[in-house]
């Protein structure tokens, strides 16, 4: 099929301009100022932006007791604008061949979205075999979850044993050391415990170890998340030192703040957990300034019975926030709309950056000939209230519920197809593809 993307205003890899785009099956094949194009349906863009389709690197779609699965979850992707999402499994959900390989065909039959697979979560020495096939496979990065896995000589193993693969280590940085000290004693009734369980010393001591240890085994790493401007701060300085080291925020770090545990109790709950409203201010700077690389949803399905659990004991809730559906119109919303951040690096943030980081870059992530027809229109006048009664992640429940955004996602496209047209998915299940990271042969 060809189409003709027709008057919007275009965020190409060259910049951003009022030009009509080129698409012939699934790739992007030209730009050009004609009105038409033979044989082309034309897609009406006027007064859009049309925008790379969204990159996330963080999903955890995949929850084995829950009833999302990649069809609902991709559904919420595209919903969302997001093109390509990374799925990262549970306790060493997909850290051998055969698992992986497994795990590829059960979301090649339901995904809606493009996706790519986060090998991990490392919590054995067994899962360290199968490294070296898994990167093959095109895993863009493998996964240490440091509250399951602390041990300082068990990290140094798992980096060295990624730098062999070339595939970096993606970490959640907390000490488990501390958050046991600092839990004593504490009223979990109150939700706020929480957050008092695992103070900011808690990522900052976890961030320093392991740059160190990244130092010393000559190791690539990924901070899964950031919730303290001390730990972008950290890792610039390690980058400074030839560190290769890379950061993510999410949107509940930027938008909500340790307050929201008043309203929102175990809806809000997350790891790390939210901060002090100060420290917003400061990672949309750091963010605006490229200190931390990109943003990502780390979306996480749980029933909302399962949240009600932690209303009378805030640990019996588990920890995560469902956000494939809003990150984008979020981060555009609070970031653009705001003055934090200009659409250029909107654009990085949820596209370019997470997809060069991944290892899917040129092929995702940008509008340039010989990419994939990625993208989605936005407008950005469009006023909304967020209402998860008609999400489509089977979680149900937002802690942004009721919020009036600026800046709607109209329609996305995954390699030339439509798969959301701003009310309801129009492909079948299995539309979307595996997508191997290309690292190795970039490196």
């Given at each position: 099929m060809r189409l003709i993307v027709k008057g919007g205003t275009v965020a190409t890899?060259?910049?951003?301009?009022?030009?009509?785009?080129?698409?012939?099956?699934?790739?992007?094949?030209?730009?050009?100022?004609?009105?038409?194009?033979?044989?082309?349906?034309?897609?009406?863009?006027?007064?859009?932006?049309?925008?790379?389709?969204?990159?996330?690197?963080?999903?955890?779609?995949?929850?084995?007791?829950?009833?999302?699965?990649?069809?609902?979850?991709?559904?919420?992707?595209?919903?969302?604008?997001?093109?390509?999402?990374?799925?990262?499994?549970?306790?060493?959900?997909?850290?051998?061949?055969?698992?992986?390989?497994?795990?590829?065909?059960?979301?090649?039959?339901?995904?809606?979205?493009?996706?790519?697979?986060?090998?991990?979560?490392?919590v054995e020495d067994t899962d360290l075999e199968e490294l070296d096939s898994l990167a093959r496979l095109g895993t863009p990065y493998f996964k240490l979850f440091m509250p399951l896995k602390s041990e300082y000589d068990f990290i140094c193993q798992t980096l060295t044993a990624c730098k062999e693969t070339g595939i970096p280590l993606g970490i959640h940085?907390?000490?488990?050391?501390?958050?046991?000290?600092?839990?004593?004693?504490?009223?979990?009734?109150?939700?706020?415990?929480?957050?008092?369980?695992?103070?900011?010393?808690?990522?900052?001591?976890?961030?320093?170890?392991?740059?160190?240890?990244?130092?010393?085994?000559?190791?690539?790493?990924?901070?899964?998340?950031?919730?303290?401007?001390?730990?972008?701060?950290?890792?610039?300085?390690?980058?400074?030192?030839?560190?290769?080291?890379?950061?993510?925020?999410?949107?509940?770090?930027?938008?909500?703040?340790e307050t929201s545990f008043a309203e929102k109790g175990p809806y809000v709950k997350t790891t790390p957990p939210l901060r002090s409203s100060n420290i917003k201010d400061i990672l949309w700077r750091q963010l605006a300034a490229g200190i931390i690389d990109f943003v990502s949803s780390d979306h996480f399905y749980c029933a909302q019975t399962e949240k009600e659990m932690g209303l009378k004991d805030i640990r019996q809730a588990p920890a995560g926030i469902p956000g494939l559906e809003y990150a984008v119109a979020l981060t555009y919303?609070?970031?653009?709309?705001?003055?934090?951040?200009?659409?250029?690096?909107?654009?990085?943030?949820?596209?370019?950056?997470?997809?060069?980081?991944?290892?899917?870059?040129?092929?995702?992530?940008?509008?340039?000939?010989?990419s994939d027809a990625d993208f989605i229109l936005f407008n950005p006048e469009e006023e909304w209230v967020i209402d998860s009664s008609n999400m489509f992640s089977k979680a149900g429940y937002s802690p942004y519920d009721g919020l009036c955004l600026k800046g709607k996602i109209k329609r996305t496209f995954v390699r030339g197809t439509e798969v959301y047209d701003g009310l309801s998915i129009k492909v079948s299940q299995g539309h979307g593809r595996y997508i191997p990271s290309k690292r190795l042969n970039r490196e």
């Open positions: 890899e060259k910049g951003i301009s009022k030009i009509n785009m080129l698409v012939d099956s699934d790739k992007i094949v030209g730009f050009t100022l004609a009105e038409t194009w033979n044989e082309a349906l034309v897609v009406d863009a006027a007064n859009m932006f049309v925008l790379p389709g969204a990159v996330d690197s963080h999903t955890h779609i995949s929850y084995p007791e829950g009833k999302e699965d990649f069809f609902t979850g991709t559904s919420a992707a595209a919903a969302g604008g997001f093109t390509t999402v990374v799925d990262m499994d549970h306790k060493s959900g997909c850290t051998t061949e055969k698992k992986y390989r497994e795990k590829i065909d059960v979301c090649q039959l339901k995904a809606i979205t493009d996706f790519g697979l986060s090998a991990g979560i490392i940085a907390e000490d488990m050391t501390l958050i046991n000290y600092f839990s004593n004693g504490l009223d979990w009734s109150d939700p706020i415990s929480f957050v008092r369980s695992r103070p900011e010393v808690s990522e900052q001591m976890a961030t320093a170890a392991v740059l160190e240890m990244a130092d010393y085994c000559q190791s690539s790493v990924h901070f899964c998340h950031t919730s303290t401007a001390k730990t972008a701060e950290l890792i610039i300085e390690a980058k400074k030192r030839g560190i290769k080291a890379t950061i993510e925020v999410q949107p509940h770090f930027l938008i909500l703040d919303h609070f970031g653009v709309n705001k003055g934090r951040i200009d659409l250029k690096r909107f654009v990085q943030v949820i596209a370019e950056a997470p997809a060069r980081f991944c290892g899917y870059y040129p092929q995702k992530g940008v509008l340039a000939v010989g």
